[in-house]
């Protein structure tokens, strides 16, 4: 059985991510399109001659939301770049419009292909990194994060052979103030993620981890 290149639990039929981890992937595609937009209206803000931080003051008195910026260019290359690699794969395919809304809808209609594709975890990565810089760069108040234990994960070589354990560290992400973005549990090393609907599974998982690593220090 194949495992998810994400979380490792077993994927879906066809595809190299399970039912939660191509679920997550599209909300991400999906948020970046919306906070693409929604940056818009924190782009530009009015700014004292003296206003410092992450802003640029303009010779009329505009300053730039440094944050603001550097994330809506992120989100566009982005999802240009992963419409620009199916083209490169793909042929006899309409090709959306050059618009971020109108390309994250086609990756969408498309998803079940990418999720099939060798890179797709790396494409995962990176927009869930996007969407996250996108989301701290509209609220004002930042994501909260809990350490949970050790991550549970096997990581696997290019070949797809057993490369050991990771070494890394699950945090809970919790975003405030927002119920469409909701608490997940991530690791600081590998690409495992993992929604509220896994996390009694995921406790298990880590409890045993956690007692096998005090078992060897021991």
């Not at 495992?3 to 077993?10: D, N």
């Not at 530009?44 to 303009?58: F, N, Q, Y």
């Not at 086609?106 to 995962?124: C, D, K, S």
Request: charged share 25%; proline share 5%; with cysteine.
């Amino acid at each position: 059985m194949t495992a998810c290149v994400v979380c490792g639990e077993p994927a879906t039929s066809g595809l190299l991510l399970n039912a939660t981890c191509l679920d997550y992937l599209a909300r991400d595609i999906a948020m970046c399109a919306r906070l693409h937009s929604d940056l818009e209206a924190v782009l530009v803000r009015p700014s004292s001659p003296d206003e410092g931080g992450g802003k640029r003051a303009t010779s009329v008195g505009i300053s730039l939301d440094d944050a603001a910026v550097t994330a809506r260019d992120h989100i566009r290359a982005t999802i240009t770049g992963w419409v620009r690699v199916a083209q490169e794969e793909r042929a006899g395919v309409e090709w959306p419009a050059d618009d971020v809304a109108v390309m994250a809808r086609w990756i969408l209609r498309n998803l079940t292909w990418f999720a099939g594709r060798p890179w797709v975890q790396e494409m995962a990565r990176m927009f869930a990194e996007t969407a996250d810089e996108a989301r701290r760069a509209v609220q004002a108040e930042r994501p909260r994060r809990m350490e949970i234990g050790p991550c549970p994960q096997r990581l696997t070589d290019d070949e797809g052979q057993d490369a050991g354990a990771c070494r890394g560290t699950l945090f809970a992400v919790i975003w405030p103030n927002d119920p469409l973005l909701p608490c997940d549990v991530r690791c600081t090393a590998c690409d495992g993620r993992w929604s509220a609907d896994q996390w009694h599974a995921l406790g298990r998982r880590v409890e045993a981890v956690a007692k096998a690593e005090g078992e060897i220090a021991s």
